[in-house]
């Protein structure tokens, strides 16, 4: 049976078959663009949890939360409420996002950026640095080992980072083998896009502590975020209790205040 991720996956790489655009062009292009914001360093600067929010309109599982936002507003609300960085969903078909979103929202904020989308080529990375992103999204569970060695190190040669994305103890191995310096724990089943709850307290113990560490997904609540800080996470993920948060400036700061010395 066809999974959520098989589905979005089989689709970017479709995208991605069809593209014949010159690689070099687009490198070149790439690394002529003023030096990114730097994506871990924000995270590992934060005083106490950090918070990455997200801009999300909808998810393939739930449907729409705010097909219709203002990004520019957004961005800054988060801004305000002390968000460590953005991330922003510029796949389309099955997240309502686009390239212009994540260029307006990076455009009115100077934190940095990820790119939330699916990976699946060189096209991609260059793609999200030519459109602004300091940072982007590698899943394992998407990626052959090769190309996850080759991609990090292309993102890194752009000058940005890479947020690797694992999801049990062996993806947690290949990301750390492949040089992943920041890892994500989603704990949602890509396949199913049921919420294990437990899956990143017990992935925490296994991630060294010199790598950046990111609790992602179905974090409904503030216990939520401090049990996964109490875990040993440098940083949480959250998009969808910020899109449906009426106040999101209050919301990333009560998130953003776990952990915090004062």
Avoid: W
């Amino acid at each position: 049976m066809s999974s959520y991720l098989d589905e979005i996956v089989a689709s970017a790489r479709r995208r991605a078959s069809r593209d014949h655009r010159d690689l070099d062009e687009l490198l070149s292009a790439a690394l002529s663009l003023p030096k990114a914001r730097s994506f871990q360093g924000a995270l590992q600067a934060s005083n106490g949890l950090a918070v990455v929010a997200e801009i999300k309109r909808r998810s393939p599982s739930k449907g729409d939360m705010a097909a219709g936002i203002d990004v520019a507003r957004v961005a800054k609300d988060y801004a305000a409420g002390g968000a460590a960085c953005l991330s922003v969903l510029t796949n389309e078909e099955f997240f309502g996002g686009s390239r212009e979103d994540l260029v307006v929202a990076r455009g009115v904020v100077d934190i940095p950026v990820l790119r939330k989308d699916f990976t699946v080529s060189p096209f991609d990375i260059c793609d999200a640095r030519l459109m602004g992103a300091d940072a982007v999204l590698l899943i394992v569970a998407a990626l052959g080992y090769e190309d996850l060695v080759e991609y990090i190190k292309l993102v890194e040669m752009l000058g940005m980072d890479a947020l690797v994305e694992v999801h049990d103890e062996l993806e947690l191995d290949k990301a750390l083998s492949a040089g992943a310096r920041v890892v994500g724990v989603n704990r949602r089943d890509l396949h199913s896009f049921d919420v294990h709850p437990d899956r990143a307290v017990k992935l925490a113990k296994r991630i060294p502590p010199d790598i950046t560490s990111v609790a992602e997904s179905g974090i409904s609540t503030r216990e939520d975020a401090q049990q996964l800080f109490e875990a040993g996470f440098n940083a949480v993920l959250v998009g969808e209790l910020l899109m449906r948060s009426v106040d999101r400036t209050t919301a990333v700061k009560s998130l953003s205040s776990i952990g915090a010395q004062r």
